[in-house]
């Protein structure tokens, strides 16, 4: 019986885009993000930079920024995690009121669909609200019943929020209330740092210190809340109660409202074994101090499979560009 040429070139052309539609060929080009806050040696906020202020580094490789926004009004994922062991339980009903003054003061202005989770921590974490939400009333409510009792779970509440963060759009921050003791977590401060920079979340860690005295104070619980700090672009406070403790949920949110939107697509970035990308976010001007996160989670030298099957720090994904 004849074929015709054209049929089974057809069939054969058919028979390839099949193969094609189940194998995924592709470039991973996933979008970096960093979030930066920029101060004078003074400690004052400078929030009027332009893009070409900024440079920033994969691996020491340096990048072309996509992406930049100032002042950024994207909106905000906070969760808000709050100390309730027994080693707090003095100290708890004045957070309270701090902390829901600090809540009131961050939905009254910004982008209208900044939202707040609220979690309590002592031997175990509670999801105080179910999801995120810009009801004052429930979480004042929430914040007035809390008492403390038990041991600290503090580095499983910090791992459990930033797992809840990563699929969120925005900017995405933890804000933890805290003496910095951990007694009882399942996970380890390391597995906890790691979620943030997966999530692309910024920490910032508020430990109330009412014991001024270091041989009183969970020292190495704060060094390693200050690493977290530093390892995601956010700051450590340390506030006696009261009027210092305003002060630094108040500090929070004016950085919050002056922060630059860095983003870009890494280029000429040698792969390497180690998943982890060293990040480097700096200012031209010497006499400026930038802060930002210092890492994220990229390729990894030797990976097999499909893009979608690596590892990347970010869900926003463009497509390759078609040669023409």
């Known amino acids: 019986?004849?074929?015709?040429?054209?049929?089974?070139?057809?069939?054969?052309?058919?028979?390839?885009?099949?193969?094609?539609?189940?194998?995924?060929?592709?470039?991973?080009?996933n979008l970096v993000h960093a979030v930066a806050a920029v101060k004078t040696?003074?400690?004052?906020?400078?929030?009027?930079?332009?893009?070409?202020?900024?440079e920033i580094y994969d691996n020491g490789v340096r990048q072309q920024i996509k992406v930049f926004e100032h002042q950024t009004d994207q909106k905000l994922s906070v969760a808000l995690l709050v100390d309730i062991s027994g080693s707090t339980a003095k100290e708890l009903a004045y957070e309270a009121d701090s902390a829901g003054r600090f809540l009131r003061a961050l939905l009254a202005e910004g982008n209208p669909e900044d939202a707040v989770k609220l979690y309590t921590f002592n031997w175990r974490v509670?999801?105080?609200?179910?999801?995120?939400?810009?009801?004052?009333?429930?979480?004042?409510?929430?914040?007035?019943?809390?008492?403390?009792?038990?041991g600290t779970a503090l580095y499983d509440a910090i791992y459990l929020a930033a797992n809840d963060l990563e699929p969120r759009e925005?900017?995405?921050?933890?804000?933890?209330?805290?003496?910095?003791?951990?007694?009882?977590s399942k996970k380890d401060s390391h597995a906890a740092l790691e979620a943030m920079q997966l999530a692309d979340a910024i920490i910032y860690p508020v430990l109330v210190v009412p014991i001024t005295n270091e041989a009183g104070r969970n020292i190495g619980g704060e060094h390693v809340l200050q690493f977290m700090a530093e390892g995601t672009g956010g700051r450590t406070f340390l506030p006696t109660l009261g009027a210092a403790l305003d002060k630094a949920f108040a500090d929070i949110i004016t950085e919050l409202r002056t922060q630059y939107l860095i983003g870009f697509y890494p280029q000429n970035v040698p792969p390497t074994k180690n998943r982890f990308h060293k990040l480097e976010v700096r200012v031209k001007s010497p006499d400026l101090r930038v802060s930002a996160r210092n890492g994220y989670y990229g390729e990894v030298e030797g990976v097999s499979g499909s893009p979608d099957e690596r590892i990347s720090i970010s869900p926003e994904r463009q497509p390759p560009t078609k040669k023409k």
């Open 126 to 150: 509670t999801e105080e609200t179910r999801r995120y939400t810009r009801d004052l009333k429930t979480l004042n409510g929430i914040l007035k019943t809390m008492h403390g009792e038990a």
């Open 170 to 184: 925005g900017r995405k921050v933890i804000v933890v209330v805290t003496d910095g003791g951990d007694t009882v």
């Open 41 to 54: 040696e003074t400690g004052q906020i400078v929030g009027t930079l332009q893009k070409d202020d900024f």
């Open 1 to 29: 019986m004849f074929r015709s040429p054209a049929k089974g070139f057809a069939v054969v052309i058919c028979a390839v885009a099949a193969v094609m539609a189940q194998t995924k060929i592709g470039v991973n080009v």
